[in-house]
């Protein structure tokens, strides 16, 4: 009897769960995966935290404050983890949001450090994001860390908020200065994932178990995607590419006034603020209007760009 549970405990497969999240919105989405894997797996679950802690509701010029070391992947501070760094697993669940068009800085720290380098080597990685809407630039980077660690992404799963653009930003910009997950003014859409979507994200539960039990995960991405694991607007796509490459810029520029917190940075913070916005509601509608009117002739080329951030391969 001892006998056959010890055999049972060294055939249980074990995942470790990595999550970032303010709200909680991305655990929640992390944990309705794990309810739809259906079989025995062992699940060690890290929640990540930042020392010191951001800030939630958001307040004042903080929140802009996050975007050079974001952009710029600069590592900063985690609480230890819980977990010893010799442990292997079958699986790592990746699970984090978007600042800023990059990963959060205590998703590029914990991948960065020396634990979690070692956890990452040479195991499959599957990646959840729980974003606004633009989410394809920081998964590139988080595929580039990933890799450099030796890891082994075969999954990625991104839920998004399905409103408008513009609509979003409102609504993502009043839900993460208040924490209030409600309809602004009363008229604005709720912010976030659609809880629909949130609960309905147990579907991609019986792929990925099947995937950790067999080991073979070869074939998981596209499973995942005939799920709909990805969705993506090419304009919007088209907008995030141009959007990460002024982030690079303006982080250079901050950067310079010095780090996090200094006071000699909040003037170009506040410009750089000024920009944004202005750039998103006046700029961001007429370059995709260009878009669609250009689209015809890039069609195949944009075809293409879709499929590849579709993917979990790194170009
Ligand atoms: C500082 C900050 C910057 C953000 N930037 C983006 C972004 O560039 N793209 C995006 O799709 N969502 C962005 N979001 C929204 C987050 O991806 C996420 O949906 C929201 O913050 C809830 O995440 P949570 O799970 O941590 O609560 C941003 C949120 C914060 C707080």
């Not at 470790?16 to 060690?44: F, P």
């Not at 790592?92 to 956890?119: A, E």
């Amino acid at each position: 009897m001892e006998t056959y549970y010890f055999k049972q405990l060294k055939q249980m497969k074990r995942i470790l769960v990595i999550t970032y999240s303010q709200s909680g919105q991305l655990d929640e989405i992390v944990g309705n995966i794990l309810n739809g894997m259906k079989g025995e797996v062992q699940v060690h679950h890290e929640k990540l935290k930042p020392i010191p802690d951001y800030p939630w509701p958001w307040k004042g010029t903080t929140f802009w404050d996050a975007m050079p070391e974001c952009a710029r992947l600069i590592p900063s501070e985690i609480e230890p983890l819980t977990i010893n760094p010799n442990d292997e697993f079958d699986l790592i669940i990746l699970g984090y949001p978007i600042w800023f068009l990059s990963p959060p800085v205590p998703i590029t720290t914990f991948l960065n450090s020396d634990i979690g380098k070692k956890l990452l080597k040479d195991t499959p990685v599957l990646t959840v994001i729980g974003a606004r809407n633009m989410w394809i630039s920081a998964q590139e980077d988080i595929k580039k860390m990933i890799a450099e660690a030796g890891g082994k992404l075969k999954g990625n799963i991104a839920l998004f908020d399905r409103n408008n653009n513009l609509i979003s930003v409102v609504t993502i910009i009043y839900w993460v200065t208040t924490a209030k997950k409600d309809k602004y003014l009363g008229i604005f859409p709720k912010p976030g994932i659609a809880q629909k979507d949130i609960d309905s994200a147990d579907r991609f539960g019986p792929p990925i178990q099947k995937a950790v039990e067999s080991g073979k995960f070869e074939e998981l991405q596209n499973e995942l995607l005939r799920l709909k694991a990805v969705e993506l607007s090419p304009s919007i796509v088209s907008i995030e590419k141009k959007g990460k490459r002024m982030f690079w810029l303006w982080s250079g520029f901050i950067l310079k006034k010095g780090g996090p917190g200094s006071i000699e940075r909040i003037s170009r913070l506040k410009w750089f603020k000024r920009y944004l916005l202005f750039v998103i509601f006046a700029v961001s509608p007429i370059a995709t209007l260009i878009f669609y009117l250009t689209y015809p002739f890039f069609f195949f080329q944009i075809r293409k760009k879709m499929k590849y951030y579709s993917g979990v391969n790194l170009k």
